[in-house]
């Protein structure tokens, strides 16, 4: 009979300790803070374009705007835009006025896809549209065999967008002329 109450004394501690554990599993919500970026950026990897085109693309779009950047491209897209080739590899395009020239039109729609990825990451990073510019890098990737010993082009691009701070320096320096009333 004493074997009996001890193990009811047990069995109803373990009872009171399973509702304070019920009482205390409750966990409290927890507010996430959002870090606040000052820049957006894009990492496309192993894409399967050319570099020395993506290149020449990322010289165009370089210091641009994301709208700005994204017309050209398309532009690109349905071949109204030429986008300059400086390398030697292309010659002059007679009687159209460019030189150099060409339409990469595979490496312009993988860059689309980028650019719009990089406006959505502008938006969700609170990031003002107008007053950014566009940093970007196109290097080799690793290359893969193909059958024959031949090998696929790959490209790792970074798009990065950034506050423009050369426009926020030339309105200080014009505030500073207007409040010193003289020529600097």
Not at 85 to 103: C, F, L, N
Not at 149 to 159: C, D, E, I, S
Not at 173 to 180: A, E, F, R, T, V
Request: charged share 40%; hydrophobic share 30%; aromatic share 4%.
């Amino acid at each position: 009979m004493a074997e009996e109450i001890k193990q009811t004394k047990v069995e109803e501690k373990m009872e009171s300790q399973k509702e304070e554990n019920k009482t205390e599993t409750k966990k409290p919500v927890v507010e996430v803070k959002k870090v606040k970026k000052d820049y957006a950026l894009v990492n496309g990897l192993n894409l399967s374009i050319s570099p020395k085109e993506t290149g020449h693309i990322c010289d165009m779009i370089r210091w641009k705007n994301v709208d700005d950047a994204i017309k050209m491209v398309e532009e690109v897209i349905v071949m109204k835009r030429p986008v300059k080739m400086t390398s030697r590899e292309y010659p002059h395009q007679h009687g159209k006025g460019v030189a150099g020239a060409s339409y990469p039109i595979n490496a312009a729609k993988e860059v689309l896809k980028e650019l719009k990825q990089l406006r959505a990451n502008a938006i969700y990073n609170e990031l003002e549209l107008e007053n950014s510019v566009i940093q970007c890098k196109a290097d080799k990737a690793s290359r893969p065999y193909r059958r024959g010993g031949a090998r696929f082009k790959r490209t790792n691009l970074m798009l990065k967008l950034v506050k423009n701070e050369k426009q926020n320096k030339k309105k200080t320096k014009d505030n500073k002329k207007i409040k010193s009333g003289g020529k600097k």
